[in-house]
């Protein structure tokens, strides 16, 4: 196959003109830029080092030697002695590390655990070092020096992020885990933090409700030019709890107080109080008639875009939207250079990066070509050796050799809307609760509030709440976005008798082998629900 590689309008490279601001952060960092450019004219030695230092963690482990890992191996050889993996197959090293034994999977010691949801519904718990903190540090910093490069004005008032508590809990080992937000957002430089509307501890309010009118209180009090949140489905319900809680808000700005809608049974402490102050009361409550808001910065692929479209309307007015990145718990892998929806370059110099397109094949990205869809596996120093993260990416340009990727969906038979990842042995496991149906099959629809609908043949023995219930318990992070606001309830549709019959008989008689027609547990697609839907 020939390799194309057109460039695209993007804004790759950092110059050393520019606004006040960008040119001081610029220079600060200015060994992360050199490098940064490295990457980019030098795909190949820049992965080549990201692989010896890989190496420098792995060896010498428990997960080396088993593994045969010498230091020496070069890109191919890494490929031959370590196989693709899942969370799964890392299962018995990762309860070594989670127990607390030292050089497992890292030589560098395991200081937490990263809290994501798992394929089996439980929390997977990746471990957390200082050389993975740095490389995932170096990404958000070529991303924010991007962002001021591109707006200045980010930069003349207060940041609102929406971050997830650091620490949720302590595993008996003495390993605390928490959520990649939140720990993210700690770990920032003293002078980012400055620019920060929202303390800290709001974040680890337990009561949804009041942690919002929390965030709320404090953004309200101050001049925010940037929100900054993972899903766009949360800026939505920012402005939703806005109209909600206008009239408690209002009262609690003209007297400098936070005691009244969630907190009205509240007693707050000094250290709370004395950063309240009293503010000017909108006569507009939607966020963009509130704030000189200069960009709002969140994921643009996938299922994000059908929150994006109703921003306009819900923001008061145009909102200028920025990418934040191909990232996950997992790691940085492409920074997003512009405003567009093209995604983000590589970013070869903080991860090993491979990817496997419809052969089944893993290339590396100088490899690929523009307009094909790939699954990414990453390498990282903290633990995750070729590490199948099921993100399918798109090739939407390359900036030389280097690929600019846009997320597109999860693998597999799997539902995401908000991040919530419900999987097909999720929806079985709660689905048991239905009791002796024909069949279910779960599917959203897609309103500003989205709601899982699960259309099932016969008669079932529990209600939607408790089917819900049992969802929440299966996995973590739609329980989250159901506890947030961000998913309804779910809702059942009452199919008629034979509709899983037909669905069958119609894919037998469209080519499909009628022993290799699976139950539809899983509707991804409109077209697959609507057929099943079908009389």
Not at 140 to 150: I, P
Not at 355 to 372: C, I, S
Not at 390 to 409: A, C, K, M, S, Y
Not at 441 to 454: C, G, K, N, Q, S
Request: proline residues 6%; neutral net charge.
């Amino acid at each position: 196959m020939s390799t194309r590689h057109p460039t695209t309008t993007t804004h790759p490279r950092f110059p050393e003109t520019g606004n006040g601001p960008y040119r001081l952060f610029r220079g600060v960092n200015q060994k992360l830029v050199d490098r940064w450019h490295f990457t980019l004219d030098n795909p190949v030695d820049a992965q080549q080092q990201r692989l010896r230092a890989i190496l420098r963690q792995a060896v010498g482990t428990a997960f080396g030697d088993a593994h045969g890992l010498t230091g020496a191996e070069d890109l191919t050889a890494w490929r031959r002695k370590v196989p693709v993996c899942t969370y799964d197959d890392l299962g018995p090293w990762m309860e070594r590390v989670h127990a607390g034994e030292a050089n497992v999977l890292t030589r560098q010691p395991v200081t937490g655990l990263l809290k994501t949801s798992g394929t089996t519904g439980a929390a997977k718990l990746l471990p957390l070092t200082e050389a993975y903190i740095e490389e995932v540090q170096q990404g958000q910093t070529l991303w924010r020096l991007g962002l001021m490069r591109d707006h200045e004005g980010v930069t003349r008032g207060s940041a609102l992020t929406v971050v997830s508590p650091a620490v949720d809990g302590t595993l008996p080992s003495g390993l605390a885990f928490g959520n990649n937000t939140g720990r993210m957002q700690k770990a920032q430089p003293w002078y980012v933090k400055l620019r920060y509307a929202v303390p800290d501890w709001v974040f680890g309010i337990q009561d949804p409700d009041a942690r919002i009118y929390a965030l709320l209180r404090f953004a309200l009090q101050s001049q925010v030019t940037s929100i900054t949140t993972a899903n766009p489905s949360t800026l939505l319900l920012l402005a939703r709890k806005l109209l909600e809680f206008r009239e408690p808000l209002s009262e609690d700005l003209r007297r400098g107080e936070m005691c009244r809608g969630p907190f009205a049974t509240w007693r707050l402490p000094r250290r709370i109080r004395w950063r309240l102050r009293k503010a000017d009361v909108p006569t507009d409550w939607r966020p963009a008639r509130i704030w000189p808001l200069e960009t709002v910065n969140c994921w643009k692929g996938g299922p994000a875009s059908f929150f994006l479209e109703k921003l306009p309307e819900a923001f008061g007015g145009p909102v200028t939207v920025r990418e934040v990145g191909i990232t996950a718990s997992e790691g940085y892998f492409a920074v997003p250079m512009g405003d567009g929806d093209e995604g983000g370059v590589a970013w070869l110099g903080g991860h090993l990066l491979e990817f496997v397109g419809d052969d089944g094949l893993p290339r590396w990205a100088w490899e690929l070509n523009e307009g094909e869809q790939v699954r990414l596996i990453v390498s990282t120093s903290g633990g995750l050796y070729r590490y199948d993260l099921n993100d399918i990416l798109e090739v939407t340009g390359h900036v030389g050799q280097v690929p600019i990727l846009r997320f597109v969906r999860k693998g597999g038979n799997m539902l995401n809307v908000t991040g919530e990842k419900l999987t097909e042995d999720q929806l079985i496991r709660a689905g048991r609760r239905l009791g002796a149906v024909t069949g279910f099959t779960a599917h959203y629809r897609m309103d500003e509030v989205p709601t899982l609908l699960i259309a099932i043949e016969g008669a079932p023995e529990c209600s939607p709440a408790e089917l819900d219930d049992a969802l929440c318990a299966c996995n973590i992070e739609y329980a989250s976005k159901r506890e947030t606001g961000r998913l309804a309830q779910l809702e059942f549709v009452e199919l008629t008798d034979g509709a899983y019959a037909r669905y069958r008989n119609a894919r037998v008689a469209e080519g499909a082998s009628a022993g290799q027609v699976k139950d539809l547990v899983v509707a991804v697609t409109d077209d697959q629900w609507s057929r099943l839907l079908r009389r």
